[in-house]
């Protein structure tokens, strides 16, 4: 199986990964646009909003490679962001700390960035899939979900529902942000995490 990376990945990304042994991640795509490889999406008082990483237009597109625009303060606003809308969920105290001191590295790249945050969510939800960087880019590739999930289609069938803070005034909302489900499942997130048959399609 083949993904692109993603920040803060979508809870269907880790279904995804937590079904293999290992994955390969794509490191020799270029960098594209309204994609979750820089954005990512939770779930606030006012319903799903959307929390993107700026980064740099010089010139470089390899996605290994794009660097992080520290210019401006986004990660506060990220930050506050989160904390507002998860300050009442169950388990949001637990990880929150070490979570944002992840992000406080500040690293010079999204890949990087989005790395060392794979890690943090495989180590809390219990799973230790082998994730191996591609080393040249191949267009035909077996299990290839690089660009099945997006933001404009939350993939079906990939998450159970499980509880989230809002969700007497909006129902069950998919596609959400891993955090979604770490900050509100805690130790059983793992069990939230089923795929079916449809990831095979």
Known sequence: ????????????????????????????ESYRKQTWRNRCRILTANGPMDLRVPVLHDGERLISKVR???????LRQCEYAIDTAYY????????????FAILERRQETLWDMNLDIIDFFCRKIGIAPEIVPTVDFALDVEENWRDRLSPKKPAEG???????????????VPGLSVMDLL???????????????????
Request: proline share 6%.
């Open 68 to 74: 992080v625009d520290w210019s401006t303060d986004w």
């Open 158 to 172: 990939l998450v159970r529902p499980y509880w989230q803070v809002f969700r007497e005034k909006f129902g069950f």
């Open 88 to 99: 009442s969920s169950p388990f949001f105290e637990y990880y929150r700390d070490e979570l």
């Open 1 to 28: 199986m083949t993904l692109s990376t993603a920040w803060f990945p979508p809870v269907d990304w880790f279904a995804l990964l937590a079904a293999k042994e290992s994955v390969y991640l794509e490191a020799c």
């Open 183 to 201: 900050f509100n499942e805690g130790p059983e997130s793992l069990a939230c995490l089923t795929v079916s048959s449809s990831s095979d399609r």
